[in-house]
């Protein structure tokens, strides 16, 4: 696998990791966002878990 390729993916994982932390911070405290919209945060939280799965399975593909 190309290092520009790894580079990549671990960036969306990291970018999604950190989504998911702030989407779980402001539903439980609700700091980041104010607790604007719970909905939202769900969605966020999906979202950014699907991308770190994907990323999970390009790295197993690739091995």
């Not at 990291?14 to 939202?40: N, R």
């Not at 966020?44 to 991308?51: G, N, Q």
Request: glycine share 6%; net charge positive.
């Amino acid at each position: 696998m190309s290092t520009g390729i790894r580079r990549l993916l671990f960036a969306s994982a990291i970018a999604a990791g950190l989504v998911a932390l702030m989407s779980i911070t402001d539903m439980i405290v609700g700091v980041p966002f104010a607790g604007f919209s719970t909905m939202m945060d769900v969605m966020f939280l999906l979202s950014s878990l699907l991308i770190i799965y994907m990323v999970r399975q390009c790295f197993q593909e690739l091995r």
